[in-house]
């Protein structure tokens, strides 16, 4: 019986093709929006854990004030021995960084670019995770001389010396004249869409004595800690808390005056946050899917009435009322899956050229793909009842004489 | 419904004391005030009478289309009052079959389409179905037509579709609504010449609901229906002799 009304819905769906169109393009619409919007917000999630990735592994960082964002301005700055003694303080600390950021204009010949000055220790580049396109990273003799020698991320290479080769050019911060020793490879954007790659690293002697002046040369803007791996971030996290309340003469009760962050949680943030912002796109974009299944209910009770007359044919020649209410009904479902399926192949295509746009990963969820397919088939039924039972009610008489 | 129940009884259809009244109290109309009627299986009736005088009413009962309000209706020996909706639709699928007067074909559907229809209700198999439907379409002289779309047909090849699809399952008795009341008087002459033909040669049960005498002269019996009531019941060979007497 299903069958039979299987092939009586699809030849009229084949009859009337203009207005099956419309009575699909609701659902098309809905289900292209949710789907869309679900790969992309997932996509976006993954780009954004991936760059907190890119940060280094089993990174910690401590850095003054609480909170991520700029208002950690008021509280005291970290010094140079806070790092020494952070480096002591946990035994699942495997090297220790303290980061100097200063803003400077970097001058070649006739380029010159506005960029962070990352003064750090020899230790930077493994606990940030950064590794070498070209050249070298700087030696502890060159730390501990305050040698004027910088390495340069991609950006700085690409504004200043365009197609000439870096290494061994001298450029000019401030009043500093420095050897450019070697290239960092690109990382690309950051977690918070920053660009990673524009920074000039030198060591922090050479920072505190030739580019910062007088003041404030002893500080440090953060400390980057890096745990052995396998070791336990959490205890590394704690341990670096204790001693800096103690270094820092908090009391018992106090707040902290200083946040210690591990990196997957600051992943686990940003990704929960885009979770909530991918689940509110998709729930906007399911009220398109409801409004397209209202559509289906519209054009349904419009063609019952239309095809009146059809009804009162098929039942005088013998079509049951529960056949009837079956036809219509799945008329309406073969109409939202086949709305389904073309928004799903919509939806892959679409979020396949805006992932690229985006600069963000494609992301294939079949999950998403089958939830959005199932509950447009729902739609059709849900939708397509009422007006398959008011085509079941009609009497044959009535519907024969309907003009 | 077997065999041995239609040869105990030899009317394929009896009505006794049929009454139907539309609406309730001040208002219910009675459109047949008890009818007694007796049809035998390979009869042709023609049913006559002025509109509002029942006969709609009357076919519409017999096609089980409407159940009476009161009395009864055997069809083939089982009773037809009181069933349900959906019983009516099922003796309606396997022992009836009706022309009507607008044709009533499904508009952008082939003419061998309109004729699979009720086959396909009676979930008879593809092929089967389609040999079946060719077979209906020959017996009315439309097989070269059968896959035009039926808004391509003249109203007369559109009703003898009608008639096909009506033939097509074999059915006890064919109900003809004014089978000739939209078309001109040459394929009026057609249809009736081959509802008659049908009757003839292969022993089809017709009973025609109509308004004009001329069509009436084609069946074997007459039944003149007047405010609710048979007025007349005589086979045409009185009715032509009366004639004559006059």
């Keep these: 019986m299903f069958w039979s009304a299987l092939g009586i819905a699809v030849r009229e769906i084949r009859r009337n093709l203009v207005r099956a169109f419309l009575t699909v393009l609701g659902v098309v619409i809905g289900v292209a929006a949710v789907v869309i919007m679900v790969s992309l917000g997932q996509g976006a999630t993954e780009s954004v854990t991936s760059q907190v990735a890119s940060l280094g592994s089993n990174l910690v960082m401590a850095i003054p004030g609480q909170g991520m964002?700029?208002?950690?301005?008021?509280?005291?700055?970290?010094?140079?021995?806070?790092?020494?003694?952070?480096?002591?303080?946990?035994?699942?600390?495997?090297?220790?960084?303290?980061?100097?950021?200063?803003?400077?204009?970097?001058?070649?010949?006739?380029?010159?670019?506005?960029?962070?000055?990352?003064?750090?220790?020899?230790?930077?580049?493994?606990?940030?995770?950064?590794?070498?396109?070209?050249?070298?990273?700087?030696?502890e003799a060159e730390y501990l001389g305050a040698r004027p020698v910088c390495v340069l991320g991609e950006t700085l290479v690409e504004e200043l010396f365009g197609q000439q080769r870096p290494v061994g050019a001298r450029i000019r911060l401030k009043t500093m004249t420095c050897e450019v020793i070697g290239v960092l490879r690109s990382k690309g954007q950051g977690a918070m869409g920053q660009d990673q790659d524009s920074v000039i690293v030198l060591p922090l002697t050479t920072v505190q004595r030739r580019l910062s002046g007088r003041v404030g040369n002893r500080d440090v803007a953060r400390v980057m800690i890096s745990a052995h791996d396998g070791a336990s971030t959490e205890r590394v996290v704690r341990d670096v808390t204790d001693l800096l309340r103690e270094r820092r003469g908090i009391r018992e009760g106090e707040d902290d005056d200083f946040s210690v962050l591990d990196t997957k949680e600051i992943a686990d943030t940003l990704g929960s946050t885009t979770r909530i912002l991918t689940l509110l796109l998709a729930a906007v974009a399911a009220v398109s899917l409801l409004v397209g299944g209202i559509g289906i209910m519209n054009i349904m009770l419009v063609s019952v009435t239309e095809r009146t007359r059809e009804i009162g044919i098929r039942m005088s020649i013998g079509a049951l009322p529960s056949e009837v209410l079956l036809q219509f009904l799945v008329e309406a479902l073969v109409l939202s899956v086949i709305g389904g399926l073309i928004g799903i192949g919509l939806a892959l295509a679409g979020s396949y050229a805006l992932a690229g746009v985006m600069g963000i990963p494609f992301v294939f969820d079949p999950e998403i793909n089958l939830i959005a397919f199932a509950f447009s088939a729902a739609v059709g039924v849900l939708f397509g009842f009422t007006p398959a039972r008011r085509a079941a009610q009609l009497d044959p008489i009535d519907a024969l004489r309907f003009e | 419904m077997?065999?041995?129940?239609?040869?105990?009884?030899?009317?394929?259809?009896?009505?006794?004391?049929?009454?139907?009244?539309?609406?309730?109290?001040?208002?219910?109309?009675?459109?047949?005030?008890?009818?007694?009627?007796?049809?035998?299986?390979?009869?042709?009736?023609?049913?006559?009478?002025?509109?509002?005088?029942?006969?709609?009413?009357?076919?519409?009962?017999?096609?089980?289309?409407?159940?009476?309000?009161?009395?009864?209706?055997?069809?083939?020996?089982?009773?037809?009052?009181?069933?349900?909706?959906?019983?009516?639709?099922?003796?309606?699928?396997?022992?009836?079959?009706?022309?009507?007067?607008?044709?009533?074909?499904?508009?952008?559907?082939?003419?061998?389409?309109?004729?699979?229809?009720?086959?396909?209700?009676?979930?008879?198999s593809r092929r089967q179905r389609r040999e079946r439907a060719r077979r209906a379409l020959d017996a009315v002289g439309l097989l070269p037509w059968q896959s035009h779309s039926s808004n391509e047909l003249s109203g007369g090849q559109q009703q003898r579709v009608a008639v096909a699809r009506a033939i097509a399952t074999d059915p006890r008795v064919l109900f003809a609504d004014e089978p000739t009341g939209n078309l001109d008087s040459k394929a009026s002459r057609e249809v009736m010449q081959l509802?008659?033909?049908?009757?003839?040669?292969?022993?089809?049960?017709?009973?025609?609901?109509?308004?004009?005498?001329?069509?009436?002269?084609?069946?074997?019996?007459?039944?003149?229906?007047?405010?609710?009531?048979?007025?007349?019941?005589?086979?045409?060979?009185?009715?032509?002799?009366?004639?004559?007497?006059?």
């Design chain 1, 69 to 139: 964002g700029p208002t950690g301005g008021t509280a005291p700055a970290f010094r140079l021995s806070d790092a020494t003694a952070i480096a002591e303080s946990s035994p699942g600390i495997r090297a220790v960084a303290p980061v100097k950021i200063q803003g400077v204009n970097a001058v070649y010949l006739q380029q010159d670019w506005s960029t962070q000055a990352v003064g750090t220790t020899v230790d930077y580049f493994s606990v940030a995770g950064w590794e070498m396109a070209e050249g070298r990273g700087f030696t």
């Design chain 2, 2 to 124: 077997t065999s041995s129940d239609h040869n105990a009884c030899s009317s394929i259809i009896q009505l006794r004391g049929v009454t139907k009244t539309y609406g309730t109290g001040n208002a219910a109309f009675r459109a047949l005030r008890g009818v007694d009627l007796d049809v035998e299986a390979g009869e042709f009736v023609a049913i006559m009478g002025a509109s509002g005088s029942g006969k709609s009413t009357l076919m519409n009962l017999l096609g089980c289309l409407d159940s009476p309000t009161t009395g009864s209706y055997l069809f083939g020996g089982r009773a037809m009052q009181g069933l349900s909706k959906e019983q009516r639709a099922l003796v309606r699928r396997h022992y009836l079959g009706f022309v009507f007067q607008g044709y009533n074909l499904l508009a952008r559907t082939t003419a061998l389409e309109n004729v699979e229809l009720p086959l396909l209700y009676r979930g008879v």
């Design chain 2, 195 to 246: 509802i008659t033909r049908l009757n003839q040669e292969q022993g089809i049960t017709v009973v025609m609901v109509t308004h004009e005498p001329e069509m009436a002269d084609y069946a074997r019996r007459i039944i003149t229906v007047r405010d609710g009531l048979i007025a007349r019941d005589v086979p045409r060979e009185t009715q032509l002799a009366e004639v004559e007497v006059a």
